[in-house]
């Protein structure tokens, strides 16, 4: 079972990325998936997460109005529209996999996917 995170590039402030999180090994809407970011120097932060059988989404206050969690039951997997991203969004992404209700602490995903660099510069 893995995740496999892609599609993080540079931008320009301003403009947007969409990260894709595939599943394999298991049905992604079996559990919660979350999108963990961390920057250089500051502790990995939960940006958005989609429970289990996607009833239920979950964003951190800097990124609501801007970042739409959605997902693909045909492709299983989960991704993540970053819309007017700024500077401050630049950090490795990852996505993770939870029970069945989107935790807070990032201790609570058991299966990680490698992390994805966003870059965003001013």
Same mark, same amino acid.
């Given at each position: 079972v893995q995740? =496999?995170?892609s599609g993080g590039g540079l931008v320009q402030a301003g403009g947007s990325l969409r990260l894709s999180?595939? %599943?394999s090994g298991f049905r992604? &809407? &079996?559990?919660?998936?979350g999108w963990f970011r961390q920057a250089p120097g500051k502790e990995r932060e939960g940006v958005s997460c989609l429970s289990s059988s996607n009833i239920s989404t979950y964003y951190a206050d800097s990124v609501k109005g801007r970042?739409?969690?959605?997902s693909s039951i045909a492709k299983n997997?989960?991704?993540? =529209?970053m819309n007017s991203l700024k500077p401050e969004d630049t950090a490795?992404?990852?996505?993770? %996999?939870?029970g069945t209700r989107c935790?807070?602490?990032?201790?609570g995903? +058991?299966? +990680? !996917? =490698? !992390?994805t660099q966003v870059t965003v510069s001013s």
């Open positions: 995740l =496999q995170a999180c595939a %599943a992604f &809407d &079996d559990y919660a998936i970042f739409t969690i959605s997997a989960v991704y993540l =529209q490795v992404y990852y996505c993770a %996999a939870a935790i807070y602490y990032s201790t995903y +058991w299966l +990680w !996917g =490698q !992390g």
